[in-house]
């Protein structure tokens, strides 16, 4: 039997940074992480691919070490650094038999070295890597460090070579030169089943127009890490208190002997990539968290099925207190240790802020409040203040690295759909109107506000966002018009409409998520405000919801869907659940219609898939009518949701 040669690797030494622990349970089948079915971090993932790709295509002219096995890999960088000048991409280095680090772009002049570490992290050149107490930003922590194993790996395995570090970043203040720049950069999946980008034929350094990508220098940064001086004392671990040397040789060391670093649970448990609900494993898989949390308190599975502290929402400082005080589920929480008084806390006259909230839950929990869910009087007042007819807005967006089109800035916010739903005084409901952009390349941004104003502008009845992010992109989509005044006929039309329903205006959109916030906790919520965890709660839970939602519902793409479903437990299905597939049938290419769009991850990264001249009509008219279909279901979401309140007050 041939056994793998087992390195630390930047990839394990960024797993375990926080928690030496987790690096026992890093690329383990038998140990799922929750980033695996994450579509949104898959959305950032591809995009960090064709950036990469964008970087190697800035510094032409080298040599791609392309094999995935690290041997030939180790052996073909060797022969290529006998060179006395040479450009790699990916190249493989070693030191000390234990430690491996493969550079997105490497430079070789004589002893002169650059290290490219290439990140699709937005930039501008007034950007601080330091705190004004000389230690890392937290939000450069990752990069920085990333960089800095590298530099320290190739200095120790070439102590002659003079190495400057570099991150090359994504510069959100440039502009774009040349149109479809984007679509040069396909993310295709080869034979093996790996993501690789696929360049578009005959494309050239001319082709890409001025950078979008910055080359910082960091090699002030990579000096703070090395030196110790990164993290906050009071912040650091019992490894990273180390010299970094023997930080970086005590993981190897545990990982080179397929060793557990002695488990510590604690706070960052919470934010443990390994912490997948039981519910979630295959067979033959185990939670990394479960494994430690069992390991240090001797729990069993059945632990497991009690809330956690970890679960209560918003609760990092007070999670954080009782771990310290050895409380790890919310049962245990005492009344001394309530994040706020509980007396009255069921009836209040005004809404919940966020310690009396978390009360609520823990209340819940804990037996303190008999109730499985406690709806607050006050909102029976904000709901009268409501004007008819309401109106249910949801859009779906993305914000992409390198941008469709000449003239725009990487990580744009574009709009590429809306749906709304709209009731009347008298509860009729319809799926009032959608728009979605087809047009590959466009900006969609100012067609889907003209469309909008359309829908919204015939009446005065009151909007509905779900959290702040039609807020949000309603008022970046506005300071864009006002950059593009001159070259937007109607911009001072759409501005001045926009200015009415974003926050401050005379038609301010209300916040649902606010809202249940303030007023709404159900103990389904499981500590959560996510729509995704309400509408199945408020499913189980509202008689009026369950006899409308039983009957068949029509919609613009739903013929007679039947939204309430009970699972073999007699309790109601998650809708996102009973969405369909992407119907592939009809395509010759496809073996399955197995992908759903179900998320707003999974609808970012269909949409950017449908910009590509060579998908074909029928995968995208499938594709577009599953955006359809998902949009429509939000904003169905939040009417059962306004329906379940008038339903709980009659």
Not at 60 to 75: F, H, K, M, Q, R
Not at 245 to 263: C, F, G, K
Not at 312 to 319: A, D, E, H, Q, V
Not at 483 to 498: G, S, T
Request: aromatic share 12%.
């Amino acid at each position: 039997m041939v056994f793998k040669k087992r390195y630390l690797t930047k990839s394990l030494f960024n797993t375990s940074r926080e928690c030496a622990s987790r690096l026992y349970y890093a690329k383990r089948d038998e140990y799922p992480s929750v980033k695996d079915e994450d579509e949104f971090l898959q959305s950032l993932a591809e995009g960090g691919m064709q950036v990469g790709e964008l970087a190697c295509m800035m510094h032409p002219g080298g040599v791609a070490i392309e094999t995935l096995n690290s041997a030939d890999a180790i052996a073909q960088t060797d022969l290529e650094l006998q060179k006395d000048c040479v450009r790699l991409y990916e190249p493989a280095i070693t030191y000390d038999d234990k430690f491996l680090i493969r550079v997105d772009v490497f430079e070789k002049y004589g002893n002169d070295v650059n290290l490219i570490e290439v990140k699709a992290k937005s930039w501008n050149p007034d950007e601080e890597f330091f705190t004004q107490s000389g230690t890392i930003r937290s939000e450069w922590t990752s990069y920085l460090f990333d960089v800095a194993f590298q530099y320290w790996v190739m200095n120790r395995a070439h102590p002659d070579w003079n190495v400057t570090p570099y991150l090359m970043l994504v510069n959100k203040d440039a502009v774009t030169t040349v149109d479809g720049l984007y679509q040069r950069f396909r993310v295709v999946e080869n034979e093996n089943g790996r993501k690789e980008i696929k360049l578009k034929p005959g494309t050239t350094l001319a082709d890409l127009g001025e950078p979008i990508l910055k080359k910082v220098d960091v090699s002030e940064a990579v000096a703070t890490i090395l030196a110790g001086k990164a993290i906050p004392e009071a912040k650091k671990t019992p490894l990273q208190q180390l010299d970094f040397s023997q930080w970086m040789h005590t993981l190897a060391d545990y990982h080179i002997r397929n060793e557990q670093y002695p488990v510590e649970i604690g706070d960052k448990c919470r934010s443990c990539e390994f912490r997948v609900p039981l519910e979630k494993l295959k067979d033959g898989q185990h939670s990394g968290f479960g494994s430690c949390w069992k390991i240090a308190l001797g729990w069993d599975d059945d632990d497991f099925q009690e809330p956690h502290i970890f679960d209560l929402w918003n609760g990092r400082s007070f999670y954080s207190n009782m771990v310290e005080k050895g409380i790890y589920h919310l049962k245990d929480v005492r009344r001394e240790n309530l994040p706020a008084n509980p007396d009255g806390i069921t009836s209040k006259l005004d809404a919940w802020d966020s310690k009396e909230r978390q009360t609520v839950q823990i209340q819940i929990e804990t037996g303190g409040i008999s109730e499985d869910e406690v709806i607050l009087n006050p909102l029976y007042e904000e709901m009268s203040r409501w004007q008819y007819p309401l109106h249910f807005l949801d859009f779906e967006a993305l914000r992409l690295a390198i941008p469709f089109l000449k003239g725009r800035r990487p990580y744009e916010q574009l709009a590429f759909q809306f749906s709304v739903h709209t009731m009347q005084e008298d509860g009729t409901v319809t799926h009032s109107a959608e728009w979605i952009d087809r047009e590959r390349g466009s900006f969609p941004n100012y067609e889907c506000v003209r469309q909008l104003k359309s829908v919204l502008d015939n009446d005065k009845g009151t909007i509905f966002q779900y959290t702040h992010f039609e807020n949000t992109l309603l008022t970046e989509v506005m300071n864009q018009l006002t950059d593009d005044r001159d070259q937007v006929k109607d911009a001072d039309e759409l501005i001045e409409w926009i200015q009415t329903i974003i926050r401050g205006g005379e038609r301010e959109m209300v916040d649902l998520h606010k809202l249940i916030k303030q007023y709404h906790y159900h103990k389904d919520f499981k500590g959560s405000i996510s729509i995704k965890k309400v509408l199945p709660a408020i499913l189980n839970t509202s008689e009026s919801l369950k006899d409308k939602y039983s009957q068949p519902y029509q919609g613009k793409n739903f013929n007679g869907q039947i939204w309430y479903q009970e699972n073999e437990e007699g309790t109601a299905i998650d809708p996102y659940k009973l969405l369909p597939p992407i119907s592939f049938e009809n395509l010759p290419d496809y073996e399955t219609g197995e992908e759903f769009i179900a998320d707003g991850g999974s609808a970012m990264m269909a949409y950017a898939r449908m910009q590509f001249d060579d998908v074909p009509q029928e995968e995208r008219d499938a594709v577009f009518n599953a955006l359809l279909s998902y949009c429509e279901l939000d904003t169905l979401a939040m009417v059962m949701v306004i329906e379940a309140w008038k339903g709980a007050f009659e």
